[in-house]
């Protein structure tokens, strides 16, 4: 989960007052320790957008809508789930598909507009790993789950509306986390591949909170056939310390970006390892000479007009890549995490709000001082029922 | 309260703790084993053998509440307590009737273990007053499968009491590091798998308020009797007892709570807040009883959810812990 601790800003902005020469909500930033970028203010920019999320607040773990509109945010809608929700698939039809993070029991889809309900719950020896997708014709979800016999990955193939599944696939290794359908063809690979994140990690019952064997850690990229699951293609990395965890398809530069987390024993191999890979469609390649992001890469998302943008909570810093996993700067924000891009903008959350890049502006403007005190969890969606074309900018 | 190193914290659970527990454990899986081949030759009542099932049970828990060490290495919860039993598994390695110990290795964890007995019990229980002779022969194997376990298990936490922590510093970081992990595992065993979750899945896929809620144990006062066996044993770890605020635990020479660290290391008021935390999850499971209602017990686990914040997001990082997989580890 990516830790947003609003309280502090809260109380400053209770407590303080601007300094002659800064706005009341510049010194509040200031303070705050968020960066103020040139030009940014002056651009007087007005964004309101709809956000699908997941947090926890008073010991208890919800999914909602976030509106965000202006200088502000809120809470739209929302209900409580019995575990940590992680991902959120918006479905056709005006329902959010939530996924139970590893270990996870349960698939939720909730309709907002209606506020029904409808469970899955997983099969005795499975466990979610807390992400899904839906095939381009709809008609199948594909859940990354644990074999609890074996801590072997599985690829959950299941009827859309019923969530039941109908076939299960290998995904050749342990821990399967992110997975994207490519949209088009790159290389050999041809649009619908399914490529999954094998974290590497063993997860068992047994071993509860306690991460184990990681010494025997094996993460991997894995390209899938979508229709029998077959393996295509299965790449690693040189450091078998990283963990292969989170996808994002540039459509611009035509990459798969990829998160990493690292579980180097070793604080100063933790901090310098890097948090970005790109799979150009042949091979991984990590950022060459990383900066310290403290080696964990908590969600990816494609930078519009081309690059990553890697939220870095322990870094309390989004950092910007380019298209060959090269770092080029950071935006400071503290727990910076979720990341979500629609038609051109993106936002990324952090405890001290929230920065939106309007399209061919990539000055952010930090829109929403927190108003309460959730933890977020790591993705974030549009939601379309407020497209981002809708923005006034 | 003095200062606890991990090395004497660690001489604690595993010299002090975990020993006499195998040792009960074991005992008692031999005491099941006698029982049930009394049981096969009409010479104990089956509600003889079920209260034994019961005791060895608890005595499992009580071991297993957090896993630890060969616990963890050896996936002794899948081996022993597998749940849910799968009945389709159940029946297949009935008609196989496995005659040795080694047969059983081909057996399924889902067909063997306390679960399946517990089947086996509850079927005899609605057919007539003992189990059938070929049912009774696959119970006495799988009760011979729990104590083979229970044996292991002893002869391997007896060596791990004679270890010293302090010539293994690796050795020593990983099974702290285990164990407070482990820890939040077992409270999250209790609260989420074995009572949050049976209810939540009850209430969400249309099962009628006549079906009863599908815990692990067949019967509430079962359950009851599990659930508090696995607090006691969490709470023993978390907690000072109240005469050891005057003669605190000595160090290398007692089990050493997670609330004894906290004050060791200077952190007073979260240990207050601790002990505080556990008592009201306590005193909540305390007050079930086998008739209180489903919403009772979903108190009850936000009794332990608070208490599980509060260990993620405060007391394992003052014991300089990180914990996988929790809210604070990301994903």
């Known amino acids: 989960m990516c830790r947003w601790v609003f309280r502090l800003l809260m109380a400053i902005e209770l407590s303080a007052s601007a300094p002659t020469g800064l706005s009341r909500r510049q010194y509040l930033l200031a303070v705050a320790g968020v960066a103020l970028w040139p030009g940014a203010w002056a651009t007087a920019i007005s964004a309101s957008a709809t956000l699908v999320a ?56 909730w309709h907002p507009g209606t506020g029904q309900q409808q469970w899955h719950w997983i099969a005795g020896d499975r466990r979610f790993n807390g992400h899904a997708i839906a095939s381009a014709n709809g008609a199948q979800i594909w859940t990354t789950e644990t074999d609890l016999d074996n801590a072997q990955g599985r690829l959950g193939v299941r009827e859309t509306r019923s969530l039941e599944k109908t076939d299960e696939w290998a995904t050749h290794g342990m821990d399967p986390h992110e997975l994207v359908a490519l949209p088009e063809r790159l290389g050999e690979f041809p649009a619908g591949t399914l490529m999954v994140a094998n974290g590497g990690i063993a997860t068992l019952p047994e071993t509860g909170r ?47 970006g990829i998160a990493l987390q690292t579980e180097h024993p070793a604080a100063a191999d933790r901090w310098r390892a890097p948090v970005l890979a790109v799979w150009d469609g042949a091979r991984l390649t990590t950022t060459p000479e990383p900066p310290d992001l403290r080696g964990y890469g908590g969600a990816v998302a494609a930078r519009p007009g081309g690059g990553f943008l890697v939220g870095c909570p322990r870094a309390n810093a989004l950092a910007v890549f380019d298209a060959e996993a090269r770092w080029s700067h950071n935006m400071a924000l503290p727990d910076a995490c979720a990341v979500a891009v629609s038609a051109g903008h993106w936002w990324a959350g952090g405890s001290t709000g929230v920065l939106h890049a309007a399209p061919g502006n990539d000055a952010p403007v930090h829109l929403a001082v927190a108003n309460a005190a959730p933890r977020w969890d790591n993705h974030w969606q549009v939601w379309p029922t407020q497209p981002a074309a809708s923005l006034v900018t | 309260m003095p200062y606890y190193s991990a090395e004497q914290a660690l001489q604690g659970v595993y010299r002090h703790r975990l020993p006499a527990l195998a040792k009960a454990f074991e005992q008692s899986s031999a005491q099941l084993v006698s029982r049930t081949e009394a049981h096969c030759l009409g010479q104990a009542p089956l509600a003889e053998l079920r209260a034994q099932w019961q005791q060895t049970l608890v005595s499992w828990q009580a071991l297993a509440s957090p896993q630890l060490g060969p616990l963890v290495a050896r996936r002794s919860q899948r081996e022993i307590d597998f749940w849910p039993t799968r009945e389709r598994l159940l029946r297949q390695a009935l008609e196989k009737a496995p005659q040795t110990l080694a047969e059983m290795e081909r057996v399924g964890a889902p067909a063997k273990g306390f679960p399946a007995l517990e089947q086996l019990l509850a079927s005899a229980s609605a057919s007539g007053p003992a189990l059938a002779p070929a049912t009774c022969h696959y119970a006495g194997l799988v009760a011979q499968g729990i104590e083979a376990e229970a044996r292991t298990l002893n002869t391997e936490l007896a060596a791990l009491a004679q270890k010293n922590w302090s010539e293994s510093p690796n050795d020593a970081a990983s099974a702290f590091a285990e164990w407070i992990n482990q820890w939040l595992g077992g409270l999250e065993r209790l609260r989420w798998a074995h009572i949050e979750k049976p209810i939540q899945t009850h209430r969400t896929t249309g099962a009628s308020s006549s079906e009863p809620v599908a815990f692990p144990r067949l019967t509430r006062e079962a359950n009851l009797a599990d659930w508090r066996a696995q607090w006691h044993s969490l709470q023993a770890m978390a907690r000072l007892s109240p005469s050891q605020y005057a003669a605190p635990p000595v160090p290398g020479e007692a089990l050493v709570p997670i609330e004894a660290l906290l004050i060791g290391k200077g952190q007073l008021a979260l240990a207050q807040r601790w002990a505080q935390a556990v008592d009201r999850a306590g005193a909540d499971l305390t007050a079930l009883t086998p008739q209180s209602s489903d919403n009772a017990l979903l108190a009850t686990t936000q009794r332990m959810k608070a208490l599980t914040v509060l260990y993620q997001n405060e007391v394992a990082a003052a014991l300089d812990v990180p914990l996988g997989f929790s809210s604070a580890d990301g994903d």
């Open chain 1, 54 to 109: 997941a947090w926890e607040a008073d010991n208890q773990y919800h999914v909602g809508l976030i509106a965000v509109a202006g200088d502000s945010w809120s809470v739209q809608q929302s209900m409580t789930v019995s575990t940590r929700p992680h991902a959120l698939l918006v479905e056709p039809g005006g329902t959010v598909l939530a996924v139970a993070r590893r270990p996870g029991d349960w698939l939720l889809r």
């Open chain 1, 210 to 256: 306690s991460k184990r064997k990681l010494a025997r850690m094996d993460a991997s990229l894995v390209a899938l056939n979508p229709a029998s699951g077959a393996l295509l293609g299965q790449w690693r990395l040189a450091d078998p310390f990283l963990s292969i965890r989170h996808l994002a398809w540039d459509v611009s530069t035509k990459r798969l």
